[in-house]
């Protein structure tokens, strides 16, 4: 099941995605590494939709600290809602603990990169990785 976002202008939504995060278009479906994600118009239906509220889409990473960096140099912001001042970590999560971020995704949505700490999430670009 590819997640679906609505947006009042996929087009916009796209390009920030891509601009900011790095995501690649590969027909209807933007995609990090292996995750992907829909983006439609508001008020469009895709076929096969299953309708599931959500507040925020998550996305497996690594290397949180460096990221943002690069990713605030991109444009992106991070989300005052969530963690204005960066990555912070919840120790209690995982065997390890967790440490995430949230941006600013199309139309102001939450946008999290979610680093499960121990464990490597490696997201591919078309022919090379950020997520050493």
């Known amino acids: 099941m590819i997640p679906v976002l609505r947006v009042k ?3 916009t939504a796209g390009l920030l995605l891509k601009k900011n995060f ?4 590969s027909g209807n479906v933007w995609r990090l590494g292996q995750q992907s994600i829909r983006l439609v118009a508001e008020g469009e239906v895709p076929d096969q939709f299953v309708s599931l509220s959500f507040d925020h889409l998550a996305i497996a990473a690594s290397n949180i600290d460096k990221h943002t960096e ?3 140099v991109k444009g992106a912001l991070l989300s005052k ?3 204005p001042d960066g990555p912070r970590e919840i120790a209690e999560f ?3 603990g967790a440490r995430y971020v949230f941006f600013n995704g199309p139309d102001n949505s ?3 990169f979610c680093e499960i700490k121990g464990r490597l999430h490696l997201t ?4 090379h990785s950020i997520w050493p």
């Open 124 to 127: 591919h670009f078309a022919s």
């Open 9 to 11: 202008d996929p087009v």
């Open 22 to 25: 790095g995501f690649e278009q």
């Open 110 to 112: 939450p946008l999290e």
């Open 70 to 72: 690069k990713f605030k």
């Open 94 to 96: 995982w065997e390890q």
């Open 81 to 83: 809602d969530y963690t």
